[in-house]
């Protein structure tokens, strides 16, 4: 028994191989947001150490803590607010 390509199934494909492509710019931006958050980490570690001269400062560890975490956030809200995984799955499940 040969498979027929019916016009549903070419838009299903269609509709999966562009959600494809947004899932893997979202991973671009993803990718981006943590290189931005690590050269933003080491110039202000580096700043907040030149500035507390020889002690160990505690502003070292908030800094160490609270940058990555904000930066966290805007990958969790860049990636939440895309219903791209949803989508994916319900036209896999439907082929």
């Known amino acids: 028994m040969k498979y027929e390509k019916t016009l549903e ?3 299903d494909w269609n509709s999966i191989n562009q959600l494809h492509s947004a899932t893997s710019n979202i991973s671009n931006q993803s990718f981006e947001i943590k290189k931005i958050c690590v050269t ?3 110039a202000a570690l580096t700043f907040i150490a030149k500035l507390a001269g020889d002690k160990v400062d ?3 560890f908030f800094a160490s803590l609270i940058i990555p975490l904000l930066f966290y956030f805007v990958d969790c809200v860049t990636w939440s607010q895309t219903p791209v995984p949803s989508l994916l799955c319900r036209y896999q499940s439907g082929l």
Request: aromatic share 0%; proline share 0%.
């Open 58 to 60: 505690t502003s070292l």
């Open 9 to 11: 199934d070419e838009l």
């Open 40 to 42: 933003v980490e080491v």
